[in-house]
Nanobody, 118 residues
């Protein structure tokens, strides 16, 4: 079993930045960030493989950067140029199988709220 704990959410004005962190209880190969806004389906934001290969949703390309520190079992999401439409609960996910931005990941955190005001 893998426990995931997100942190770093908050409220920020449009154009601002936030850095999310996800601490894992143990190492997992593949990790990803998802988000879900009220009334909308959960969507994949970014995913990363152990060798650093990444994939991003088109809506965040060029603004968000996913990274990981394998020594600390920690995943990060640097979010720049934030927009009101980025407001959502952000979840960390992990698995030993690559699912990219698909929601099949086995392990999920409880989420951290990001609110972007205009």
């Amino acid at each position: 079993q893998v426990q995931l704990v997100e942190s770093g959410g908050g409220s920020v004005q449009a154009g601002g930045s936030l850095r999310l962190s996800c601490a894992a209880s143990t190492y997992t190969h593949f990790m990803a960030w998802f988000r879900q806004a009220p009334g909308k389906e959960r969507e994949g934001v970014a995913a990363i493989a152990p060798d650093g290969i990444t994939t991003y949703a088109d809506s965040v390309k060029g603004r968000f950067t996913i990274s990981r520190d394998n020594a600390k079992n920690t995943l990060y999401l640097q979010m720049n140029s934030l927009k009101p439409e980025d407001s959502a609960m952000y979840y960390c996910a992990a698995d030993m199988t690559w699912y990219g931005l698909g929601a099949e990941y086995r392990y999920w955190g409880q989420g951290t709220q990001v609110t972007v005001s205009s």
